[in-house]
């Protein structure tokens, strides 16, 4: 099977042509036996090393604005180097996701032209940036952050604590969500800012997952100083400016991953023939029923894409699009994982940077809950799409803690 | 143009009402072109191809209005791909309103020293038929339903919209009837009629599994209890939020497989689609009653229409679970 039909024009098909010859000659081969059992560090090296390469060929940067290296190009062009990257099973780069989307997005969308200047080469030249929005107590209500920004002068004073701030042992800068102001309502009062993460006061914990890796981070702020030039958007339009940070992949990464499970499909095969159970019509059946989801899945995301090209997007479709992916995964590893059997208990080495589908099904199947809680929780969008886009009423909003 | 068609249909299946008898939708289809949709221009047609008869088939399930549009579309596509003589005038006989039924379900028909034997199952309207269009890999035809041989035995059908007939041929000539193809052509034949029925009965059970979906939440926002709209509590909205998502999977599957027809396996991709919209049209057809309390169960209401289709729905083409086999013998390679 193709993984597109007749939908691409010449133009596409030639780009086609080109990333997938690109990723043939350059992917890092064996890049998941590779990364199984070894220490971070090695993870990190690959991470540069295969960042570098694709900033050099201009595929790292395709969403930038023209000018940049590869930049200009449409969403539905990203959409093919995407796809391709997805097909070639090539790493995913987690470790400049936050730098090469939602820095460089919202630089490009709500940075002044010294704050591009500034900081737009060092994303190129292999700074990593984290997030920092997530606190203890403000999870799905973002908007309830407590971490204090306090104006002094020409900066702010900044005291608090991130959590969940994914690769922040890495990171040499922090999108910051913070407190500057009242909270009434409770979305005002925020400061959006570019906090340097080797200033004096930042404090950085890696935490320990489920899985063995430690991919995020606790991220503590003592008095850290943050210059007023490296704030964007005014002081209290934070929120605004963070709306622009959480949408800044567009639904491209959800197509990515959708068709990484589709390419996943023949694992099944061979968990099943591990097991001797190629012939187990039980599992079969399920499988089936799954295969056509995973299908569902892709055409989803894919034609949301589409929609969004063609400028019609509606409130609610990036919810539908965000659940279908976490709610065919959690199945995806659920049947896995039970195909598996004893076997898939044993604990196997742990593979960085992996993705939700590398046949060690145990190990998938807890990193598949990284989507359904992570970029708004299955139920904040069932939320969304209940209130937002069927029009069912919100609860009054009278009770108060 | 599948756009207007769309609502061109869906303007006039409402004006005859929800779970429409086959008296008023039958000759409102002919009247209205319906069987041309997928007929090439050349041949008098609008040829929008299965997309456009799917459009059609969305409608009809939104509804789930009676006429036999499925049977007869499948006996339009199977006189055009056929390389018959008299093709034109069947091709004007069938536009004209003649109906000739097919299967829903399983056909297994042979061929004996030129009678046919064996057995078609979910045959619709049969009685209003003069011929049957049987498709096996061994022959396609349209055989004559009033002659020696044939057994045509009414099937009372929980889904009243749908009037079912078994059809047993014991020795049936074939005189008086049509062969459309044999060999290596009717393994062809039959697989691109195989490729339609998935393909219309996904359509279908999406446009149902839409409409019935609408009528839940519609009326959950209507219902108070507890002093507040039943659509306020968050336990309800987060089942609807899930429906929604799975339906939009369905039909997101079944257009984006549409789109590609000519350069995927057609087969498989046929039969993804059908038993994912049948599953998702009988989760939300089991959902729809539980939220709208006793008035679902009671005859008054449109919800039982929507139920009993879904459930046989699922059971149509090649039935539940043979689907999934399938589909899973595609992607373990045997
Ligand atoms: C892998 C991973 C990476 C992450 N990376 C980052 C990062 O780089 N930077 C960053 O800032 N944050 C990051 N996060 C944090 C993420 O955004 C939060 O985990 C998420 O917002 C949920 O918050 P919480 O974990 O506090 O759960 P809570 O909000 O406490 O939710 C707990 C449970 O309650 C449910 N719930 C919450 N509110 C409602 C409601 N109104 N109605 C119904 N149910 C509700 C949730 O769905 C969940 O099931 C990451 C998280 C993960 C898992």
């Given amino acids: 099977m193709q993984t597109n039909g007749s939908a691409d024009s010449e133009a596409l098909s030639a780009l086609r042509g080109e990333v997938r010859a690109w990723l043939k000659e350059n992917m890092p081969t064996g890049w998941r036996e590779a990364m199984t059992g070894v220490e971070q560090e090695a993870f990190v090296a690959l991470q540069r090393d295969w960042f570098g390469k694709l900033v050099g060929a201009g595929y790292a940067t395709p969403h930038w604005p023209a000018g940049w290296p590869g930049g200009g190009r449409s969403l539905a062009e990203q959409k093919v180097i995407y796809e391709e990257v997805a097909r070639a099973d090539a790493p995913r780069l987690i470790m400049y996701f936050v730098a090469l989307y939602h820095a460089a997005c919202t630089l490009i969308e709500c940075g002044s032209q010294e704050q591009k200047d500034k900081y737009l080469p060092g994303i190129l030249k292999g700074e990593v940036w984290c997030q920092g929005f997530s606190e203890p107590n403000a999870g799905s209500d973002l908007a309830s952050l407590r971490t204090r920004a306090e104006l002094k002068g020409d900066r702010y004073v900044i005291n608090g604590q991130k959590i969940w701030s994914t690769m922040a042992q890495y990171a040499d800068r922090c999108l910051l969500l913070a407190r500057s102001g009242p909270s009434d309502p409770p979305q005002g009062g925020l400061v959006y800012l570019l906090a340097d993460m080797r200033a004096k006061g930042v404090t950085v914990r890696p935490i320990h997952q489920i899985t063995g890796d430690d991919e995020f981070c606790e991220v503590f702020f003592d008095d850290v100083e943050v210059p007023v030039e490296d704030r964007i958007g005014e002081d209290g339009a934070g929120w605004a400016v963070a709306q622009t940070t959480l949408a800044s992949e567009r639904g491209l990464t959800l197509v990515e991953l959708s068709l990484r499970m589709r390419y996943a499909l023949p694992r099944f095969r061979d968990v099943m023939q591990a097991q001797g159970r190629l012939d187990d019509p039980i599992l079969r059946r399920d499988l089936g029923a799954l295969t056509a989801k995973v299908h569902a899945a892709c055409a989803v995301a894919d034609r949301y894409l589409l929609k969004r090209i063609a400028g019609d997007e509606q409130v609610g479709d990036a919810s539908i699009v965000k659940l279908c992916y976490s709610r065919t995964l959690r199945d995806f590893v659920s049947l896995g994982q039970r195909m598996a059997g004893l076997e898939g208990q044993y604990d196997v080495a742990f593979m960085r940077g992996a993705t939700q589908e590398t046949g060690h099904w145990a190990l998938d199947f807890m990193n598949s809950y990284n989507w359904t809680i992570a970029g708004g929780s299955d139920e904040v969008q069932r939320n969304i799409l209940s209130e937002r886009m069927l029009g069912m009423p919100r609860e009054p909003k009278a009770w108060r803690l | ?334």
């Fill in chain 2, 1 to 334: 143009m599948i756009e207007e068609l769309k609502d061109a249909a869906h303007r006039a299946l409402t004006d005859a009402g929800v779970g429409a008898s086959e008296d008023k939708t039958w000759p409102l289809l002919v009247e209205l072109g319906w069987l041309l949709v997928a007929l090439p221009e050349d041949l008098g047609g609008i040829e929008q191809g299965l997309p456009g008869a799917c459009a059609i088939y969305g409608e009809l399930g939104r509804s789930v209005a009676a006429a036999p549009y499925l049977p007869a579309m499948l006996a339009m596509e199977a006189v055009t791909q056929s390389g018959i003589e008299d093709r034109d005038s069947w091709i004007e006989r069938l536009s004209g309103g003649e109906y000739v039924a097919a299967p829903l379900a399983r056909c297994s028909v042979r061929v004996k020293g030129g009678a046919l034997s064996g057995a078609a199952s979910a045959v619709q309207a049969a009685d209003t038929a003069e011929h049957l269009l049987v498709f096996s890999d061994e022959i396609v035809a349209m055989a004559p339903l009033k002659t020696k041989g044939v057994e045509i035995v009414p099937r009372i059908t929980w889904d009243e919209t749908r009037r079912l007939f078994d059809v047993r041929l014991d020795g049936a000539a074939l005189d008086g009837g049509v062969v459309l193809a044999e060999g290596d052509a009717a393994r062809a034949l039959s697989r691109r009629l195989t490729v339609h029925r998935d393909f219309a009965l996904a359509a279908e059970s999406v446009g149902a599994a839409n409409a019935m979906f609408e009528m839940t939440v519609e009326y959950l926002k209507t219902r108070k209890q507890y002093g507040r709209p039943l659509a306020m509590f968050q336990a309800l909205k987060h089942r609807c939020a899930d429906l929604k998502m799975q339906i939009s999977a369905a039909e997101a599957l079944l257009q984006d497989s549409l789109d590609k027809l000519d350069t995927e396996d057609a087969l498989t991709m046929g039969r993804m689609a059908k038993q994912l919209a049948a599953a998702t049209y009988f989760t939300v057809a089991e959902e729809a009653v539980q939220l709208h309390g006793g008035i679902a169960v009671t005859k008054e209401h449109a919800c039982h229409l929507y139920l009993k289709r879904a459930l046989l729905n699922q059971h149509l083409g090649e039935g539940v679970d043979r689907y999934e086999l399938d589909i899973a013998a595609s992607v373990l390679g045997a």
